[in-house]
């Protein structure tokens, strides 16, 4: 997965979220536009929209941005900045059995998680469906046992996934498996939907918790752009191809493909050595 693109209303306050609380570091800044990472790796591009408002409450869009950090002693750094500067945006901590994750709400009521995996050879899979569970688990005592005294922004973080509000699973399950081409890794029932590549636990996920029944969104604030990479041109092409056969429009520029999906939820798949793409409004 690439870089999350969300449109903000407040950028300034966006980006001392991500930077100062969050942990990220200020990779570009250019007019309307801050891009967010890790190292040479970008993870939140934050778009200034102020001309738009905020989506209405049981909207399609983003459930949350998933930032997955190479260590437990990185992730600790990150939930005890968060935690201390600004406790009110914690909400929630869970043992996933394949990953250990933490949860939060930005200023402008975008979700992210923070999590690291377990190894993979601790995963439980049977008939190609990953074993995932919602266990309590004690961000005090994970911050005790994992916390070390280097810098809050030491080790490498990635997007691990994207979780998307949908809705309805079935319409999902036909445009991110049968119409994109990932495969399913797990199903909460009728309300959530697990995909990945690779064999991965999951590089996305919808559910309809809290949008159930909803449309295609209007222009709001929030979720700009999900970015998929794939290794190169050709897959590209070949993804072209696919979604022409399923009659999605898609933009292809040689480089980049970009679609929506049925929530007008923006895709945009790029080969690994093109540029990061910028979403605008």
């Given at each position: 997965?690439?870089?999350?693109?969300?449109?903000v209303g407040n950028l300034d306050a966006m980006i001392a979220y991500y930077r100062d609380v969050v942990t990220l570091e200020l990779q570009s800044h250019d007019g309307p536009v801050a891009v967010l990472g890790r190292?040479?790796?970008?993870?939140?591009?934050?778009?200034?929209?102020?001309?738009?408002?905020?989506?209405?409450?049981?909207?399609?869009?983003?459930?949350?941005?998933?930032?997955?950090?190479?260590?437990?002693?990185?992730?600790?750094?990150?939930?005890?900045?968060?935690?201390?500067?600004?406790?009110?945006?914690?909400?929630?901590?869970?043992?996933?059995?394949?990953?250990?994750?933490?949860?939060?709400?930005?200023?402008?009521?975008?979700?992210?998680?923070?999590?690291?995996?377990?190894?993979?050879?601790?995963?439980?899979?049977?008939?190609?469906?990953?074993?995932?569970?919602?266990?309590?688990?004690?961000?005090?005592?994970?911050?005790?046992?994992?916390?070390?005294?280097?810098?809050?922004?030491?080790?490498?973080?990635?997007?691990?996934?994207?979780?998307?509000?949908?809705?309805?699973?079935?319409?999902?399950?036909?445009?991110y498996v049968n119409r994109l081409g990932f495969e399913a890794t797990a199903n909460f029932g009728p309300s959530a939907l697990f995909v990945s590549a690779g064999g991965y636990h999951h590089h996305m996920a919808m559910?309809?918790?809290?949008?159930?029944?909803?449309?295609?969104?209007?222009?709001?604030?929030?979720?700009?752009?999900?970015?998929?990479?794939?290794?190169?041109?050709?897959?590209?092409?070949?993804?072209?191809?696919?979604?022409?056969?399923?009659?999605?429009?898609?933009?292809?520029?040689?480089?980049?493909?970009?679609?929506?999906?049925?929530?007008?939820?923006?895709?945009?798949?790029?080969?690994?050595?093109?540029?990061?793409?910028?979403?605008?409004?």
């Amino acid at each position: 997965m690439g870089a999350v693109t969300l449109r903000v209303g407040n950028l300034d306050a966006m980006i001392a979220y991500y930077r100062d609380v969050v942990t990220l570091e200020l990779q570009s800044h250019d007019g309307p536009v801050a891009v967010l990472g890790r190292g040479q790796t970008p993870l939140v591009i934050l778009q200034h929209a102020p001309e738009l408002s905020t989506a209405e409450p049981g909207s399609a869009g983003l459930y949350h941005t998933a930032i997955l950090f190479d260590t437990q002693a990185g992730l600790a750094a990150a939930v005890y900045s968060i935690g201390t500067k600004s406790p009110p945006t914690f909400t929630g901590s869970a043992d996933h059995l394949v990953s250990q994750a933490f949860y939060f709400t930005d200023p402008e009521g975008n979700g992210i998680e923070l999590y690291c995996d377990r190894d993979r050879d601790l995963w439980s899979w049977s008939h190609g469906q990953v074993e995932m569970a919602s266990l309590s688990l004690d961000p005090n005592a994970f911050i005790s046992e994992h916390m070390r005294p280097e810098s809050p922004t030491a080790g490498h973080a990635i997007v691990g996934h994207v979780h998307l509000s949908v809705g309805d699973v079935a319409s999902a399950r036909e445009f991110y498996v049968n119409r994109l081409g990932f495969e399913a890794t797990a199903n909460f029932g009728p309300s959530a939907l697990f995909v990945s590549a690779g064999g991965y636990h999951h590089h996305m996920a919808m559910n309809t918790w809290e949008s159930s029944g909803s449309g295609k969104g209007r222009l709001a604030l929030g979720l700009g752009q999900v970015s998929i990479i794939v290794p190169g041109t050709d897959d590209i092409g070949a993804l072209d191809e696919r979604m022409s056969h399923y009659k999605v429009d898609t933009r292809h520029d040689g480089h980049t493909l970009s679609f929506e999906d049925p929530w007008s939820n923006r895709i945009l798949v790029r080969a690994a050595d093109a540029a990061t793409p910028i979403a605008t409004p």
